[in-house]
């Protein structure tokens, strides 16, 4: 099954986790998403991801030079986007389960 | 696909795709955009392969960051004139609420003549033309509001700051209903008939828009200049209102400020005679209070020496109005009384400057003016002087 449809629901989410402990560029976070097993997520989706949680005012951004090529853009999770963090780890964790628990009885009614 | 795009060409090609948004979103987007190319093409890899054709990647990137999608065909529209018309957009609506709250204060004072309603129609002009394009879709008000003159002025304003105006808003909306009914009654009563349409034609559109321009923002673009226009007559009213009230407080302010008057004329020149018909001169002038003579007579000033102000006869200024020379004969023959009759004699004898206590015979003078002051003659007077300084 296609999990594009899936992915983009929860890409926010999983964008603030992993700037949770650490400020990142953009292909940083593209490279912890991937190792944290988002494999389908598109690099121009987490790009524009980064761009939209950065206008909500979820993340801190600061251009650091860079030796070899174009300066690389850090973004990091502000106060805001901790609290939004919190509440989504919240929500997700509760639909997971009743998500879990739908397709547990309606396996075992089938 | 073979053909290797480089990360200059492939960046352009993003850029060219994203060229309708602001220039400062695309700005930052390619910010992030041009060293995750540089990346990708230093590990070697075809940046079509990995990523998608340039357009495609855009239109990825624009909906994961929730911005507007371009035409739905994906074909690549004839580029919008974008911000240059969202720019003229949201200053017409400055422009146009600049204008009204002129209108308005004028139409208060009863100084809009039918005359004006041309210009009037044809200031209106941008803002008719802003309406249609955002009712058209042409511009639409995120383009607006993403202006960086827009973004300043609401970032300048604390959020506090907002949240209290926005408080005032229901206060306002009675206030701006009062005004236009008060600049209704002011323009019917002062036959004012442009004064009266223009209120007419705010206060209909305040009713008929201002629920609408609630959740429609296009159609702030109707309510903030009738807004303005209100504005202005609340201002013209409040400056009559004070005025009339410092008028009735006291009545220094309709006098004139400085001079002197006989008979209603201004007088630029004393000449004084002794009881023989001589001109004396020169003559120093006091009033009841010791204060010297001034008749405020601005003709000559600069080059020349006036002398003291209260020195009669002034010097005039010469036809060039250059420099100063001395006043002329006067082209009169005063009618004096017989010589017989004795004047009545000054009884005030004009004291000095506040603060000293003693009242001197001889009137105190600038000393910067040399000569001797001739003591005070008898007067005889001939017209009624009012000082009015």
């Known amino acids: 099954m296609d999990t594009s449809q899936l992915l983009k629901g929860v890409l926010d989410l999983a964008v603030l986790a992993v700037l949770r402990n650490e400020d990142g560029y953009g292909y940083e976070v593209l490279r912890r998403l991937r190792g944290g097993g988002m494999d389908e997520v598109g690099d121009a989706s987490v790009y524009g991801t980064l761009r939209r949680l950065y206008r909500a005012g979820l993340l801190t951004s600061y251009v650091v030079p860079s030796d070899e090529g174009p300066h690389r853009k850090y973004y990091g999770v502000n106060e805001a986007g901790k609290a939004r963090l919190a509440e989504s780890e919240l929500a997700w964790r509760r639909f997971a389960r009743t998500l879990d628990s739908l397709l547990k009885t309606e396996g075992t009614a089938a | ?389």
């Open chain 2, 1 to 389: 696909m073979n053909t290797r795009v480089g990360a200059t060409d492939y960046l352009e090609r993003v850029r060219a795709a994203l060229a309708d948004l602001p220039a400062d979103e695309v700005a930052d987007i390619i910010e992030d955009v041009e060293p995750h190319l540089a990346e990708i093409d230093a590990e070697g890899d075809s940046l079509v392969d990995r990523l998608g054709e340039p357009e495609v990647y855009a239109a990825e990137l624009r909906a994961a960051a929730g911005l507007p999608s371009r035409d739905a065909t994906g074909q690549p529209q004839p580029k919008r004139p974008g911000q240059g018309r969202a720019r003229f957009v949201l200053w017409s609506l400055v422009f146009t609420a600049g204008m009204a709250f002129l209108a308005g204060a004028a139409s208060a004072a009863r100084q809009l003549e039918l005359e004006a309603l041309l210009p009037a129609i044809v200031l209106a002009v941008p803002a008719a033309l802003s309406l249609y394009w955002l009712h058209t879709g042409a511009t639409r008000i995120a383009e607006v509001t993403a202006l960086r003159e827009y973004r300043w002025v609401a970032g300048v304003l604390p959020e506090r700051v907002r949240a209290y105006l926005a408080s005032l808003a229901p206060a306002w909306r009675v206030l701006r209903m009062v005004l236009l009914v008060l600049g209704l009654l002011i323009g019917f009563s002062g036959h004012n008939a442009l004064g009266w349409l223009l209120t007419a034609a705010a206060l209909a559109a305040v009713v008929l828009f201002d629920r609408k321009a609630r959740t429609d923002r296009s159609k702030l673009w109707i309510i903030v200049p009738c807004s303005a226009f209100a504005a202005g007559i609340g201002l013209m009213a409040v400056g009559t209102l004070l005025d009339s009230v410092s008028d009735r407080n006291s009545g220094y302010y309709s006098g004139p400020a400085a001079g002197m008057y006989n008979n209603g004329a201004y007088v630029s020149n004393l000449y004084a005679f002794d009881e023989n018909g001589r001109l004396v001169d020169p003559v120093y002038l006091y009033d009841q209070n010791g204060q010297p003579v001034d008749l405020s007579w601005t003709n000559c000033r600069g080059d020349g020496e006036p002398g003291p102000r209260n020195r009669f006869p002034q010097p005039e200024a010469d036809p060039t109005y250059s420099t100063c020379v001395p006043a002329p004969a006067p082209s009169f023959v005063p009618a004096l009384p017989k010589p017989s009759a004795v004047p009545p004699s000054v009884s005030a004898t004009p004291s000095g400057p506040a603060g000293s206590g003693t009242v001197s015979a001889v009137p105190p003078v600038d000393p910067s003016v040399s000569g001797s002051v001739p003591p005070p003659s008898p007067v005889v007077p001939t017209t009624t002087i009012t000082p009015t300084k």
